[in-house]
């Protein structure tokens, strides 16, 4: 049985990819242990382009606060001091590199478009085999409309593809009025994969203290179902790979959404909650199951179930929830 | 050769020779010579080799005591040794000074010469400190310049190694150590080449070692000491031609020759000053300026002070001299002259008494002091001691500078008189320390220093106060090299960075007519005037000055920069001010913001370019109308209800005026009423709290971490409101404590700092907008009137009977009045809350001892202190003795009162008939345990005094001397961590033994605040600080766990952001303990790196990961058969770094070395669980079994 697939023209031995978000690779020996366990590519912690502004300037205030003012004490910490974050990132992700055999996906978030770009060629030069743009953005202001948003997700991807030579994937929330519209455009611009969807954390109200808490969990299960609906939806659609996460699981999980079109799953929850040696359980269920069910390779099963491959394609569609809707009344 | 041109200061050009000639640097840090250090310690860090290749061991000590016994160590054994310090460090390392010279051994120690505390402490510059040690039997080599600080150091390091005299290379306090000026840099082969490896090696060779054994340090007795003491004389005779062999192989080398004595001026003068340090600079350029009008005047230039050669002085000496000043800058009372003086008196009598006088007769000699403290020393000065020295009969030990009503040694002059020339552009900048002003100056003397064939001096002054303090900024920049050693008083260029200070500063009266005056302002170009105080508007008429505005915090607004306007300003500075052209100076500025922020990341770079080129399109011209015609008026620096002491010297001193105050103006023996912080109103928060009090709960936390009394309680009577202002605010008290009662929350307006703690702290939200508390902030303009009426009329409002009210309690301790407001510590600062609470619990019975350090200058730096009074008179008197000594000298107080109470408690037996049986009886009982019983003791005391009055006998009036010592006094020593753990620990700890009833606070920052942040042995292992600029790799001493080792010590550790009930109810215990307390408090600070406004998060989670422990530790619960220590927090919760990584001190090393990040704050987890379990079991001990007492005494 062949469990090989091939995603953003990188030839990986199975389909079970950690994703970007999570501690885990933030540990050169966590990365190797994950290798280990059967993980065929790793995708690397997010560099936050707006985190490292940030953090350099909120140093620089404290740094230099309440200096200059009293003259026994005309500073606080010794002047030659070096914000070396970027540079700490860079050399992280070569090493990384150098640690493992697999595949090693760079993460990037930016806010400009020059932040994306300057980012992007420094990372490829850490020798990294692809690119993931995490694009995190909450469009808050009311008068920015749809098109902006989208426009401005697609002059990212052009800049960044014209100036690293790696394969470039784009991982997306779901939140836009014309999905599969988008998915087209993005795959036009020059996305070598898009990666469904982004889970963004929700906050939370703590009514007691009357606070807005962050509140991180951990997925479930049922996450799987949007990215899985659509990538069903776009496979064979878009001319591009597709990677499906968010609420990967299981083996029985991974199964689905390789049949519903996605070329690799990436997990995270999963790993955090039963730790890395769960990659491994995954395979060995994979296996486990294409045997009983005869299956041959991956390449088999991937789309089987995609929309345009399955027996109700209007399953994925409008109707498909007013069925449901009833089914609960 | 061709060397690089750098602007430095005096401090590093000393430290850049000293850490390439040595192996072995001992420090401590003291102001001003702490820089040093710093970079000592930071060039070690970052693998800076000496001149031999290797990265010199940089050790920190506990005191200057201990780094000199550490230099002597490494001397003998052979390691080529050095040392930086001043005043009281140096004094106190004057006894290894003398073994040191005693046994020959090469060395220099770098001094930034500062003045020894007297009736004072004062930080600034003058030679008291080296003169206190010219008895030592060191060679003194003064400095006069920056360019001589880096040249001296390395002929002194060549000379000492070869003379095997140890040096002395000092320099003037801030006036040279703190002074930026373009000087040439000595490469690293000038100084190759001025050390010879083999007196280093001879050096080498006298060193201990069990290979080739010796003893040196014996003790000799009366039959041999004399003779061995004298064997050293033929080093003495030969150092002073080592010393110019050394200066003439230099001049070689780099050029500049350099002379033991150097003489400048008229070749026939008949009139010399003979004078050392940088008021020789300015001498230098007046006689210059004279002798080239044909005034036949002249000056020596003292370089080799000891050994004295009284040959080489009388050979710089023209022949020509009649009459000679010999300037001093420290003073010596009771001595017939000061040193110079009498050196110069001394080698002139020999000379003519030995027939070698050149000018055949003596001519007339006169001494002088000036400078002292940094006072100024002007050509205007100079003109007169030569005018003096016209005279007939000149004024011996005269003083100039100032003008001594008393016993009238002051020369007056003529305050108009400059000289300085039109080719220099004199620039004076005022800014607020917070907006980056100083820095933009120098990176403005940088620029211009070193990108243009201008030379370039700056030097600043800072006020005293450490929030909202004013800087001033005083800049040349000329084609010649500048000797102007005084600060600027006709300015071509002034520059006012806070629209505020035209209201408090008379800035443009160093205007000079013509001058350029660039003033930032909330106005534009068209209202401006309008809004000028119309002193100022009648100076830029008068003076014709060409006048611009920037709106400089909206252009910082726009670009991100905050409240720094830095790059703003210097950027408008370099448009107007004309010394490049403005694309030449943008295009510099632009450079040199990469070159200053390039390693903090591109984004700090980015934005400051950005306000470089939007501040250009917000600068205008104004036109400047004939008249003027403001109804502004300049404020006046305190209100006219201010006590007459008050108007008389501190107002002057508050307005900058100082100088003019003559000698009988100030006290004799430095001391000073309480209660005069009330009366500088500062006025520098542009938001302060509003309290609502619909929505507050009625806490007082708000109060209570106030760090400067600026909100308050009251609890009072409704009838009490009668004539309250229509908003004044008033609310039923909720709680059992006061019922009936009214409660107003009331803010200073004119005091707060705006550091917003209060408000952070605040529980309350609003139900309605859960953003809202039940105190917001809101902008102060706007209210500051209104609450001015408010505040006046809070405090007139009766404080509650302290009789009724719990003093261990949030609330009720609150409700006290504080005896410690106002006070100039940093805005939100963390170890005022716990002054101004103990001022509240006993600040009317309360003797403070304070250590050197943030709250002995918070505490008592003039114009004004924080300490106050009550309505009857009574608070905390205050002291400080110096750093090191403070636990001793608050034990002298105890010992005091305890003597002085039994004295008092025998004459009153003694006197019992006739005072009235009942009345001793009542007194001598009365335990004081509680406020009422103190109250009662009071009332006793006042009828024992009024009954002693009408008793005619010696007893009676001795007893009425002593009286007051019978109502019970708290004695508190306070200090820092530098002083508790580090220099001051061994006395600490014989006090804590001794076991007399003293409260001893420790107000642990963890690191040296008030130097600027070294580390102490209280730093936390990982923390990032000065003199650990690697990170703190040795965990933090537990002080407390010390201290619980005698077992007869109180002792608790608090944090009052983790639980404030915890600290009062330490402090009330640790007061009523009858033995030595120890109180070791939290206190986050400025040097943290953190949001001071949040710092209380910070404190709650200092204890929360374990790192700070909270406990109580009262040897009494052992005579109950309970363990004495109480844990008062629980079992960490959180992770260290969770806690560290919230403070730029811990985090900053992850950004630039993240493995070692790692590794220490992994060894602080670790710490962390070893403390906890180590305090778990020691709280869990059963004492059950002990019986009786442990109390020591």
């Known amino acids: ?329 | 050769m061709k060397r690089r041109k750098v602007t430095i200061d005096g401090n590093e050009a000393a430290a850049y020779v000293a850490y390439r000639t040595n192996e072995v640097i001992a420090i401590y840090p003291i102001t001003p010579s702490s820089p040093m250090g710093e970079w000592a310690d930071a060039w070690a860090s970052e693998g800076v080799k000496n001149i031999w290749g290797t990265v010199p061991v940089v050790q920190e000590m506990q005191s200057e005591g201990g780094a000199a016994g550490a230099v002597h160590g490494a001397l003998q054994t052979g390691a080529l040794t050095t040392t930086f310090t001043a005043s009281q460090g140096l004094l106190l390392m004057v006894p290894n000074m003398f073994k040191i010279a005693g046994e020959l051994t090469p060395t220099v120690f770098h001094i930034s010469a500062r003045t020894v505390a007297t009736h004072a402490l004062s930080i600034f510059g003058d030679h008291s400190d080296v003169m206190a040690a010219r008895t030592t039997g060191w060679a003194m080599l003064a400095s006069n310049s920056v360019q001589e600080v880096m040249d001296f150091a390395l002929i002194a390091e060549a000379a000492t190694l070869e003379a095997r005299v140890p040096f002395v290379h000092f320099f003037d306090g801030f006036r040279t150590s703190h002074e930026v000026m373009k000087i040439e840099e000595l490469t690293e082969d000038d100084i190759r080449s001025m050390i010879d490896d083999e007196m280093v090696f001879a050096h080498r060779s006298r060193a201990l070692s069990p290979e080739h054994p010796v003893l040196r340090g014996s003790a000799q007795n009366p039959d041999v000491f004399f003779q061995a003491r004298e064997t050293c004389n033929p080093f003495y005779t030969a150092c002073p031609g080592i010393v110019q062999k050394a200066m003439d192989k230099f001049a070689s080398l780099v050029g500049r020759q350099y002379r033991l004595f150097d003489y400048f001026g008229a070749s026939d003068a008949e009139r010399v000053i003979v004078v050392m340090g940088s008021g020789a600079e300015t001498v230098q350029e007046t006689v210059e300026f004279l002798a080239k009008k044909g005034e036949k005047v002249g000056m020596l230039k003292v370089r080799l002070f000891r050994p004295f050669s009284v040959a080489d002085f009388i050979k710089g000496l023209p022949a020509s001299v009649k009459a000679i000043a010999a300037l001093d800058r420290t003073k010596e009372p009771g001595t017939i002259g000061e040193p110079l003086y009498q050196d110069v008196v001394t080698a002139l009598s020999e000379s003519l008494s030995e027939g070698s006088l050149l000018m055949g007769q003596m001519p007339r000699v006169i001494g002088g002091r000036f400078g002292l403290s940094s006072k100024e020393f002007t050509p205007a000065m100079v003109v007169r001691v030569f005018a003096e020295l016209k005279k007939p009969q000149p004024k011996n030990h005269f003083t100039i500078g100032i003008v001594d009503d008393v016993t009238h040694t002051s020369l007056d002059y003529d305050r108009n008189f400059s000289i300085e020339p039109s080719t220099v552009l004199r620039g004076l900048f005022y800014g607020l320390g917070a907006d980056g002003t100083v820095s933009a100056n120098k990176n403005s003397i940088k620029i211009i220093g070193e990108e243009t064939d201008n030379y370039a001096q700056g030097y600043f002054v800072y006020d005293s106060k450490k929030s909202g303090s004013i800087t001033v900024s005083h800049l040349r920049f000329g084609p010649d090299p500048i000797h102007s050693t005084y600060l600027i008083d006709s300015a071509n260029f002034v520059a006012c960075h806070q629209f505020v200070f035209l209201e408090r500063y008379d800035m443009l009266k160093y205007a000079i007519p013509g001058a350029t005056f660039l003033l930032n302002s909330p106005y534009g170009q068209e209202d401006v005037w309008d809004h000028l105080p119309v002193e100022a508007q009648r100076q830029i008429i008068e003076k014709k000055l060409k006048f611009y505005v920037v709106d400089a915090v909206k252009v910082a607004k726009e670009t991100g920069m905050g409240g720094r306007i830095n790059t703003i300003m210097q950027t408008c500075f370099f448009a107007v001010a004309g010394v490049l052209s403005r694309e030449e100076a943008i295009a510099q500025i632009k450079n040199s913001i990469k070159k200053t922020y390039g390693s903090k990341g591109d984004a700090v770079v980015q934005k400051n370019y950005e306000a470089v080129d939007k501040t250009l399109a917000n600068l205008f011209e104004v036109k400047v109308p004939s008249v003027a015609a403001s109804q502004l008026r300049m404020h006046p620096p305190v209100p006219e209800e201010a006590p007459e002491f008050v108007h008389r010297v501190t107002a002057l001193i508050i307005a900058s005026q100082g100088d003019d105050l003559p000698v009988s103006a100030m006290p004799c023996d430095g001391t000073f009423p309480t209660g005069t912080a009330q009366w500088e109103r500062r006025n520098i928060a542009l938001e302060i709290p509003e309290w609502d009090p619909d929505v507050c709960i009625q806490c007082a936390k708000c109060a209570m971490v106030c760090p400067h009394a600026t909100i308050r309680v009251k609890v009072y009577d409704s009838r009490d409101l009668v004539g309250a202002p229509a908003s004044f605010k008033s609310t039923d008290y909720k709680g059992p404590e006061f019922p009936g009662m009214k409660l107003t929350y009331q803010v200073a307006p004119e005091d707060c700092t705006g550091c917003g703690l209060c408000v952070y702290v605040c529980p309350a939200k609003n139900k309605k907008e859960v953003r809202l508390k039940a105190i917001n902030m809101v902008p102060q303009p706007a209210i500051r009137e209104r609450e001015a009426q408010n505040y006046q009329f809070f405090l007139n409002l009766p404080e509650y009977d302290r009789r009724l009210v719990r003093v261990g309690t949030i609330k009720g301790s609150q409700v006290l009045q504080p005896l410690f407001e106002y006070s100039g510590a940093c805005s939100g600062c963390g170890e005022t809350p716990y002054l101004k609470l103990i001022s509240q619990m006993f600040g009317d019975r309360m003797l403070v001892a304070n250590a050197t350090g943030c709250s002995s200058i918070y505490g008592g730096n003039l114009p004004t202190t924080p300490y106050a009074q009550d309505k009857q008179g009574r608070g905390p008197a205050w002291s400080n003795s110096l750093f090191e000594d403070n636990a001793e000298f608050g034990l002298g107080f105890r010992l005091t009162i305890d003597k002085q109470t039994e004295q008092a408690s025998e004459l009153l037996k003694k006197l019992s008939p006739a005072i009235g049986e009942n009345l001793v009886k009542e007194i001598l009982g009365c335990p004081q345990k509680d406020e009422a019983e103190i109250y009662q003791q009071r009332q006793r005391v006042r009828e024992v005094k009024s009954r002693l009055e009408k008793i005619a006998s010696p007893e009676a009036k001795n007893l009425l001397s002593l009286a007051d010592f019978l109502v019970k006094k708290s004695v508190w020593i306070v200090g820092g961590d530098g002083w508790a753990y580090d220099i001051g620990y061994g006395g600490l700890d014989h006090v804590l033994a001794a076991g007399r009833n003293v409260n001893i606070l420790v107000l642990d920052t963890e690191v040296y605040s008030n130097t600027g942040g070294q580390a102490s042995k209280s730093t936390p292992r990982a923390a990032v600080a000065k003199f650990a600029a690697g990170g703190k790799g040795t965990p933090k001493k537990d002080l407390g766990l010390h201290a619980m080792s005698y077992g007869s010590v109180y002792v608790a550790q608090v944090a009052m952001g983790s639980s404030d009930l915890q600290t009062v109810k330490a402090f009330a215990e640790a007061e009523a303990y009858d033995g030595p307390s120890l109180i070791i408090a939290y206190s986050h600070c400025i040097a943290h790196g953190i949001n001071m406004t949040a710092a209380m998060d910070n404190q709650k989670a200092a204890v929360n990961s374990g790192h700070w422990s909270l406990y109580r530790y009262n040897p009494e619960l052992v005579r109950e058969g309970k363990n004495p220590l109480q844990l008062d927090y629980k079992k960490p919760k959180i992770k260290i770094e969770e806690y560290a990584y919230m403070e730029t001190r811990y985090k900053m090393l992850t950004k630039s070395n993240p493995e070692a990040a790692k590794h220490l704050i992994d060894l602080a987890q670790k710490d962390a669980d070893e403390r906890w379990r180590l305090y778990e079991q020691l709280a869990a001990m059963d004492y059950s079994h002990i019986p009786g007492a442990v109390k020591s005494s």
């Open chain 1, 1 to 329: 049985m062949y469990l090989t697939t091939t995603y953003m023209g990188l030839k990986l031995k199975n389909p079970l990819v950690p994703s970007a978000c999570g501690p885990l690779s933030r540990d050169l020996g966590k990365i190797r242990a994950m290798e280990d366990a059967g993980a065929s590519a790793i995708v690397m912690y997010s560099l936050f382009e707006e985190e490292i502004l940030h953090e350099s300037k909120e140093l620089d205030y404290y740094l230099t606060h309440g200096t200059e003012s009293f003259a026994e004490a005309l500073t606080y910490y010794h002047g030659n001091y070096e914000f070396r974050d970027p540079e700490i990132y860079l050399q992280y992700l070569s090493d990384a590199k150098q640690a493992v055999d697999i595949p090693v996906i760079g993460s990037l978030n930016g806010i400009s478009v020059g932040g994306w770009v300057d980012w992007a060629k420094k990372m490829e030069q850490t020798g990294v085999d692809a690119l993931e743009l995490n694009v995190y953005y909450i469009p808050t202001d009311p008068d920015l409309s749809g098109v902006e948003v989208e426009q401005m997700y697609l002059d990212v991807l052009k800049a960044v593809k014209q100036s690293v030579k790696i394969p470039v994937a784009i991982k997306l929330g779901p939140y836009f009025s014309s999905m599969a519209n988008m998915a087209k455009r993005l795959a036009k611009a020059g996305a070598d994969g898009l990666v469904l969807y982004n889970r963004f954390y929700q906050p939370d109200l703590d009514i007691e203290q009357l606070e807005v808490v962050p509140n991180l969990v951990l997925s479930t299960q049922q996450e799987m179902r949007l990215p899985m609906r659509w990538i069903a939806i776009l496979y064979g659609r878009v001319d591009c790979s597709m990677a499906a996460t968010s609420g990967i699981h299981t083996a029985e999980d991974v199964l689905k959404m390789l049949m519903a079109g996605a070329d690799v799953t990436m997990v995270c929850s999963a790993l955090l909650k039963h730790g890395v040696g769960r990659i491994s359980e995954i395979i060995k269920g994979m296996l486990q199951w294409m045997e009983i069910h005869e299956y041959e390779s991956v390449n088999q099963m991937k789309g089987s179930m995609s929309q345009k491959a399955c027996a109700q394609p209007a399953a994925f569609e409008r109707a498909n929830y007013m069925k449901a809707l009833r089914s609960y009344v």
